[in-house]
């Protein structure tokens, strides 16, 4: 618990240093329709908020579930609204303390706790691992809409992870039949290291860049952008409506909005 947490402060913090920056305009587009800068901090604060509600107050949680469920797209609504009446500086600043508040509640948590969300339930590490997941999503598109790189890290390996197990949520998000069948799963981590999961027999398989595979599963690149190989009708399904993140299907990215 406590080595995910740090890998999540670390996520977090990298974000933080590149949104601090004076010449961050948070009134600047993001690829996500709709949503600048400013919107993706106010998100991930607004989130990081009720997360810390699920861990220290589980039934204050589910109320507060419970209203935002009632109305479709009112929650993603509320979580960019109360940001677009702060300044930058007041937005970062409680995005800022807010994480601090959620992180000490993290740490003092029994791992295999189920902590209740808007999904299904998750044990402690994954919940935490989630919001690692959410950061590095949303701090995909600031980095996009600012023109620039970052260094892919090791804590990829939450991403791609929470993608893997993410795997059946995506057919039950798009209305289908849950998959039967396994997928054997192959990447290389930024150091050559390789990542898997499934079975090494399975006969759909995904295999090639750690970072690619996570920009699919998070919908921040369309698959013909990436250079995945993936082999079998199942594991090629999966790909296309992948999602790492709890709700409806998300509209993704446009073939071709990015280069390979």
Known sequence: MQQICDDFVAEAE???GIV???GVDFDRPTPAPGWSIGDQISHLWFFDQRAHLALTDPEAFLADAETLLADSGAGTQASVQVGRSMVA???CDAWRADRVRLIAAA???????RVRWYGPPMGARSFITARLMETWAHGQDIVDALGIGRAATDRLRHVAHIGVGARVFS???NARPAPTDPVRVELRGPTADL???????AADRVSGDALDFCLVVTQRRHLDDVTLVI??????EWMSIAQSFAGPPGPGRQPGQFER
């Open 20 to 22: 601090s920056d004076d």
């Open 195 to 201: 990542w898997t999961w499934g079975p090494e027999e």
């Open 89 to 91: 500086e007041e937005l």
């Open 171 to 173: 057919y039950l998000a």
């Open 231 to 236: 082999d079998g009708a199942g594991a090629q």
């Open 107 to 113: 740490r003092d948590v029994d791992p295999t706790v």
């Open 14 to 16: 990298a974000l933080d």
